[in-house]
T-cell receptor
Framework: GAGVSQSPRYKVAKRGQDVALRCDPISGHVSLFWYQQALGQGPEFLTYFQNEAQLDKSGLPSDRFFAERPEGSVSTLKIQRTQQEDSAVYLC??????????????FGPGTRLTVT | DAKTTQPPSMDCAEGRAANLPCNHS???????VYWYRQIHSQGPQYIIH???NNETNEMASLIITEDRKSSTLILPHATLRDTAVYYC????????????FGGGTRVLVKP
């Protein structure tokens, strides 16, 4: 079946521009995660949704980062006034989870953001 | 989540078993050991997880020591497509529990 998809795959932004990154999770997956991966590093957690509720945003690096999942399916990560240190791969993952049960996370291919 | 320690890199020969070690000496009783891998330019991929018993699936086997302070991921017959960074992660099996990735082990499978 279809996996997690992300768009665009590549994004170049000039410093100061706003960007929006889209994630389409696997259909029916309750949980959705965003991670940021700098070059040569492991992914780092940004935020977590259970359905439309954003239950954890402890990893968002600044108030320029904002994520939403208004209907509990597609999610958008928005970065305002991009800066060079925002250059990274942004990964989305979804899992079939609810209540106290957790399942493995399925990752999308990521969006590579380059801020010039 | 408990911290894990992995060797930064290792090579293995195509067709041979690859044994990837992971130390997690501060693991608590209800934390699971998860393994993910990340092939170049792709998102991480789930491999296997376990609590205290050894586990096997179509991709790999996971051997956890009796004291649970370390584990080994075994790729029984490595192929060139197994070249990737392998991450050992210890976490609670709870909804919304994020994955905390360390540096991982960069595995290069050579022909």
């Amino acid at each position: 079946g279809a996996g997690v998809s992300q768009s665009p795959r590549y994004k170049v932004a000039k410093r100061g521009q706003d960007v929006a990154l889209r994630c389409d999770p696997i259909s029916g997956h309750v949980s959705l995660f965003w991670y940021q991966q700098a070059l040569g590093q492991g992914p780092e957690f940004l935020t977590y949704f259970q359905n439309e509720a954003q239950l954890d945003k402890s990893g968002l690096p600044s108030d320029r980062f904002f994520a939403e999942r208004p209907e509990g399916s597609v999610s958008t990560l928005k970065i305002q006034r991009t800066q060079q240190e925002d250059s990274a791969v942004y990964l989305c993952a979804s899992s079939l989870a609810g209540g106290a049960v957790s399942y493995e996370q399925y990752f999308g291919p990521g969006t590579r953001l380059t801020v010039t | 989540d408990a911290k894990t320690t992995q060797p930064p890199s290792m090579d293995c020969a195509e067709g041979r078993a690859a044994n990837l070690p992971c130390n997690h000496s501060t693991i608590s009783g209800n934390e699971y050991v998860y393994w993910y891998r990340q092939i170049h330019s792709q998102g991480p991929q789930y491999i296997i997880h376990g609590l205290k018993n050894n586990e096997t699936n179509e991709m790999a086997s996971l051997i956890i020591t009796e004291d649970r302070k370390s584990s080994t991921l075994i790729l029984p017959h490595a192929t060139l497509r197994d070249t990737a960074v392998y991450y050992c992660i210890v976490r609670l099996k709870a909804a919304g529990n994020k994955l905390t990735f360390g540096g991982g082990t960069r595995v290069l499978v050579k022909p």
